[in-house]
Every structure is written in C-alpha cells, then in structure tokens.
C-alpha cells in the first residue's frame, strides 16, 4: 500500500518540478505576448506609411527606404539574415508601361465604335515586347472561361479561339446562381478569378481577352480596375518573355459591354443567364476588335525582406510568417493627393511581423524550430515576390512546415471572433481555434467567400507549392457594436479608401483588436514551432496533393 502512495507521490512531486519550469517558461510566454503592442504598431506603420516613403512600390526610393527600415528593425532584435548573408532576397521584375492613349476598336456592326483606355476599357500586354496588337480579331462570348474538369465544366468545348479575342463574365457559375451544387455555390473558386481566365485563354490560343466587369461578382469597382491595368504592369522575369501569354488581356466596362452586345444584336443579360447553365455554348459575337499597344520596357531588381530566429533543436524546419511591404507608389497624373500611403493595407501587416519577431526574441529560448520573418514584395502587382519566394525557396518548402500571412490587420477594436479565410482547408484551422479559444473568442468562416480573399494574398503563392498557408482576417463581431457596424465599417473602406491615397495612417485607429490577433498569431507558431508534426491541407483541397508529392520527395532525400 504504502509503496503504492509512495511512487505516485515521488510522481507528483516530479510534476511539480516539470509544471514549475514550465512556469518559468511561461513567463518567457507572458512576455513575449506583452511585447506585442498597440503603440509600437502604430508607431511603425505611421513611420513607413507616410509620405516620405514615397507609396512603397517595387524598385522605387519608397523601396530603398522601406526595405532599410526593415532590416534595421530585424537586425536590431538580433535576428540572422536569412538568405546566407543577406537579409534581402532579390526579385527579378520586369516593367511593362502601355501607351495610355489607346482605342480599343470595334467593328463588323452597323457602326464602328472606338472606346477609350481608363474609363472604357483597360488593355495590357504580359508579353515583354515593345509593340503588339490584336487586330480584326474575331469576339466571342466565352462565358464564364472556365475548363474544369472536376466540375464536369467546360466554356471552351466545341470552339477553337485560337487568334479570336475572348469576352468573359467575372467569377464563377456558383456565384451567379447562388446554387450551391454549382462549383462552390457563392464561394469563390479560383475559376472566378482573372488571373485564372487570363491564363486559360492563353492556354486556349486566344489572341486576346476581356473580361466584363461588374463590380459586386468582382468584388472590387471599376476605379480598382482601371488603376491596376493602367501604368506599369510588373511581373517576374521568365524565360518566354511570356510570349504564351494571350496578346492583350483586359477589362470593358459593363456599359460598354453592354454597348458591344447591343450591336452584335445579342442580349447580355440573357447570355449571362444562359451562362450559368452546364453545357451553355460559346457565341460568336460577328464583331472583331483591334487593339495595339506601345510599351516602354524596364527590368528591376526588388526585394523580399527575410529574417530568421533560429530553432533551437529543428532548426531546418520552418514557420513563415509573410505580409507584403509593397503598395502602389505615386501617381502623378492624379490632381490633389498622388501618394497611395498603403497604411492598412499593408503597412499594418508589415509592422506586424517587427511586433512578433520581437514577441519572439523575448522567449526564454526560442522554439524548436526556426521561424521566418518574409516582408515580400509586388503583392499588388499579382502575389509576385511571395510567387518568387515559392518557387525559388531559401529553405525547402517540404521543411517548410506553415505560413501565416497577414494582409490589412483590424483598425476598429476588440472582436470577440476571428475569421479564417479559406476555413476548412487546412488542419491550421485546429491551432487558430485553440488560441482563439484561450482568448474567449470564436472562429468563424470567411463572411464574404465570394470576395475570393483566399487568392488574394501571399499565401496562396505558397498554397500553390503545398505549403500549408493560415490567412485569418479580424472577425466582425464587435464587443461593443456588434457585426453590422463593423460589415459597414469595413464596406465604408472598401468604398472610400481601398487602394487609393487615402489608405492613411489615422491615430483614431482603435488596434486593440489587431493585437489580440497578433498574440493569438503568435500562439499559433508558438505551438507549430514546439511540435514535430506536420499539419496537412484537408483531404478535397487543391493543394493536398502537391504537399504529399513533395513531402514524400523529403522522406526518399533521407
Ligand atoms: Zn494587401
């Protein structure tokens, strides 16, 4: 008996010991969280929104002094560079810059129309050559421009478009018809997006293509359209010169979508709706489209800004944490304010990574494995520097055990939720509620799945490689106000401010909420950090198979 008491006893005492060095230990926790603070955020995102750092965009002085700030930042919280001895990784760009003044010509009706560059219509080419054109070429309503296989769905069947300019509808079938059988009902798929549809025409043949804008399928109105097709287009440097790429790819205003249909004498409306049903059968329009552009060539060199914490036992395995630094630079041809500041979006995520890099040197010793801290760049200009980190990895991406992103945090207070865009695509799900939970607060879905936010940011760049990617976004119900006044707050944002020079930094910002976010980021690589499991994408994703091909290959390397 005695014996019996005696060894649980000594067990007891033994836990004891182990649950006091896990106190200590947890105030290492307790002070790496404190140090996420709301006053040191602002202080940063103040600093690298403001005017002098020129709007941020790629291979501009902004860059210059951006990407400074950030090393000098990681170098002073004693992080390693993270490229050999280097805190940057360079990103090959290349700058193409149309001639503004372009017509996109219509013919083949009763009249001819000519519509102009900005307000009509948007045309730019991804091919790195000086002049092209699309010229008497033969338009046709593709639909939806979709070929998917697994949605037993394809546009193009029964057409050859080959020289032809394909005129598309934006987002998906499921979106339309709010069926849920149709792809994933309002959700959308990445089938909606354009960068999809532009490489599908291209895949296609097609000389060139548009899309039809509207703005609630798109998610963005048409001003958001003409700023990010007019300008410089960057992208990466690749071998082809990105001669597969269709010709001219743009966008036409619905009015003037509507414009051409009515001369074609179709009906847009009804072919939207006819859209939408399976089998539906491209229709030639009887119209041709010209369009020729003059571009100004520049390559640049940009720069993803990576720091690393070493792992103190798995130090080839990692957590990334990634949050584009870039935005969209100066306009000069805009009258009054020229300068896009990019505070929320993103000096907030930006500064956000200094706030955890810095939570994490505060631990007694850091985690297991190693965490990165990647500031990347060209987001805006299509995912390109995280594109170019996931397909050019410092470290092996089957070593790479996550990515958490942040893109625009919380400026309106405390939420007693937290979304996770893309929920149920990922066992990361599990780490966000057990954190979430600690908190008090609940997880909850994407609210606007059909805003296709999943393949809007850094992530989905590592998504694409199998990387499994965690992409939260603050929750919508206010402790104090509740969800309608936050979903007006946030719709106000998108309205007025999103991507243009009045996303300013506003000392009203209420970042109470955005630091519960952080702390529970926080915890979330905290736990990946000190496990040696890898989470996996959810069994239907599109990713899945990619990260088992690839973690696979890391066993045979044994
Ligand atoms: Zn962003």
């Given at each position: 008996?005695?014996?019996?008491?005696?060894?649980?006893?000594?067990?007891?005492?033994?836990?004891?010991?182990?649950?006091?060095?896990?106190?200590?230990?947890?105030?290492?926790?307790?002070?790496?969280?404190?140090?996420?603070?709301?006053?040191?955020?602002?202080?940063?995102?103040?600093?690298?929104?403001?005017?002098?750092?020129?709007?941020?965009?790629?291979?501009?002085?902004?860059?210059?002094?951006?990407?400074?700030?950030?090393?000098?930042?990681?170098?002073?919280?004693?992080?390693?560079?993270?490229?050999?001895?280097?805190?940057?990784?360079?990103?090959?760009?290349?700058?193409?810059?149309?001639?503004?003044?372009?017509?996109?010509?219509?013919?083949?009706?009763?009249?001819?129309?000519?519509?102009?560059?900005?307000?009509?219509?948007?045309?730019?080419?991804?091919?790195?050559?000086?002049?092209?054109?699309?010229?008497?070429?033969?338009?046709?309503?593709?639909?939806?421009?979709?070929?998917?296989?697994?949605?037993?769905?394809?546009?193009?069947?029964?057409?050859?478009?080959?020289?032809?300019?394909?005129?598309?509808?934006?987002?998906?079938?499921?979106?339309?018809?709010?069926?849920?059988?149709?792809?994933?009902?309002?959700?959308?798929?990445?089938?909606?997006?354009?960068?999809?549809?532009?490489?599908?025409?291209?895949?296609?043949?097609?000389?060139?293509?548009?899309?039809?804008?509207?703005?609630?399928?798109?998610?963005?109105?048409?001003?958001?359209?003409?700023?990010?097709?007019?300008?410089?287009?960057?992208?990466?440097?690749?071998?082809?010169?990105?001669?597969?790429?269709?010709?001219?790819?743009?966008?036409?205003?619905?009015?003037?979508?509507?414009?051409?249909?009515?001369?074609?004498?179709?009906?847009?409306?009804?072919?939207?709706?006819?859209?939408?049903?399976?089998?539906?059968?491209?229709?030639?329009?009887?119209?041709?489209?010209?369009?020729?552009?003059?571009?100004?060539?520049?390559?640049?060199?940009?720069?993803?800004?990576?720091?690393?914490?070493?792992g103190s036992k798995r130090a080839d395995e990692y957590i990334?944490?990634?949050?584009?630094?870039?935005?969209?630079?100066?306009?000069?041809?805009?009258?009054?304010?020229?300068?896009?500041?990019?505070?929320?979006?993103?000096?907030?995520?930006?500064?956000?990574?200094?706030?955890?890099?810095?939570?994490?040197?505060?631990?007694?010793?850091?985690p297991l494995r190693s965490?990165?801290?990647?500031?990347?760049?060209?987001?805006?200009?299509?995912?390109?520097?995280?594109?170019?980190?996931?397909?050019?990895?410092?470290?092996?991406?089957?070593k790479?055990v996550a990515?958490?992103?942040?893109?625009?945090?919380?400026?309106?207070?405390?939420?007693?939720?937290?979304?996770?865009?893309?929920?149920?695509?990922?066992?990361?799900?599990?780490?966000?509620?057990?954190?979430?939970?600690?908190?008090?607060?609940?997880?909850?879905?994407?609210?606007?799945?059909?805003?296709?936010?999943?393949?809007?940011?850094?992530?989905?760049?590592?998504?694409?490689?199998?990387?499994?990617?965690?992409?939260?976004?603050?929750?919508?119900?206010?402790?104090?106000?509740?969800?309608?006044?936050?979903?007006?707050?946030?719709?106000?944002?998108?309205?007025?401010?999103?991507?243009?020079?009045?996303?300013?930094?506003?000392?009203?910002?209420?970042?109470?909420?955005?630091?519960?976010?952080?702390?529970?980021?926080?915890?979330?690589?905290?736990r990946l950090g000190n496990e040696s499991t890898f989470p996996n994408?959810?069994?239907?994703?599109?990713?899945?198979?990619?990260?088992?091909?690839?973690m696979?290959?890391a066993r045979?390397?044994?």
């Amino acid at each position: 008996m005695l014996k019996k008491y005696f060894v649980p006893t000594i067990l007891m005492a033994a836990l004891a010991i182990a649950f006091s060095g896990c106190g200590s230990k947890d105030k290492g926790l307790e002070s790496a969280l404190e140090s996420i603070s709301a006053e040191e955020l602002a202080k940063n995102v103040e600093i690298i929104s403001s005017d002098e750092f020129e709007g941020r965009a790629p291979a501009s002085k902004g860059e210059e002094k951006t990407v400074k700030f950030l090393k000098e930042e990681f170098q002073k919280l004693g992080l390693k560079p993270a490229n050999g001895e280097s805190y940057f990784q360079e990103v090959p760009l290349v700058e193409i810059t149309g001639d503004p003044n372009i017509k996109l010509k219509i013919t083949g009706g009763k009249k001819v129309h000519s519509f102009s560059c900005g307000d009509e219509f948007v045309g730019v080419t991804q091919r790195v050559v000086e002049e092209v054109a699309v010229s008497d070429s033969e338009m046709v309503f593709l639909g939806y421009g979709i070929v998917a296989p697994e949605y037993n769905w394809n546009d193009y069947d029964g057409i050859n478009v080959r020289g032809k300019t394909v005129v598309v509808l934006v987002n998906d079938p499921g979106f339309a018809t709010e069926n849920p059988e149709l792809f994933n009902g309002r959700a959308m798929t990445y089938y909606g997006r354009w960068t999809y549809k532009y490489e599908e025409a291209a895949r296609q043949g097609a000389a060139g293509i548009f899309i039809i804008h509207e703005t609630e399928p798109a998610a963005y109105g048409w001003g958001v359209v003409k700023k990010g097709w007019t300008g410089p287009q960057f992208n990466l440097v690749s071998e082809d010169n990105n001669l597969s790429r269709c010709a001219v790819e743009g966008w036409v205003q619905l009015d003037v979508a509507d414009k051409i249909f009515k001369e074609s004498g179709k009906n847009l409306d009804e072919l939207k709706s006819a859209a939408t049903k399976q089998g539906f059968k491209a229709v030639p329009l009887g119209l041709k489209a010209s369009v020729s552009l003059k571009n100004s060539i520049r390559y640049s060199k940009s720069r993803n800004v990576i720091a690393l914490l070493p792992g103190s036992k798995r130090a080839d395995e990692y957590i990334i944490y990634t949050a584009h630094w870039d935005h969209f630079g100066i306009d000069p041809t805009l009258e009054g304010d020229q300068i896009f500041n990019g505070a929320l979006d993103n000096a907030t995520g930006t500064c956000a990574l200094i706030e955890l890099a810095e939570a994490f040197t505060k631990l007694k010793s850091p985690p297991l494995r190693s965490i990165l801290f990647m500031a990347v760049t060209a987001e805006e200009q299509g995912l390109l520097g995280s594109l170019y980190y996931a397909t050019h990895p410092v470290y092996p991406t089957n070593k790479t055990v996550a990515v958490i992103n942040m893109d625009a945090l919380n400026i309106y207070g405390k939420m007693k939720d937290i979304t996770i865009i893309g929920y149920g695509n990922s066992e990361l799900d599990d780490y966000v509620e057990a954190a979430a939970r600690e908190q008090g607060r609940r997880v909850r879905p994407d609210p606007k799945p059909e805003r296709g936010s999943f393949y809007r940011s850094d992530h989905f760049s590592f998504a694409k490689q199998g990387v499994p990617a965690l992409y939260t976004s603050s929750g919508i119900d206010h402790v104090e106000y509740g969800e309608e006044w936050t979903r007006q707050k946030r719709d106000k944002y998108i309205a007025e401010n999103y991507h243009k020079p009045s996303d300013e930094y506003d000392p009203n910002w209420d970042l109470s909420g955005t630091i519960d976010d952080l702390r529970l980021l926080f915890k979330v690589a905290y736990r990946l950090g000190n496990e040696s499991t890898f989470p996996n994408w959810k069994e239907g994703t599109e990713f899945k198979a990619k990260r088992d091909a690839d973690m696979k290959s890391a066993r045979k390397q044994l």
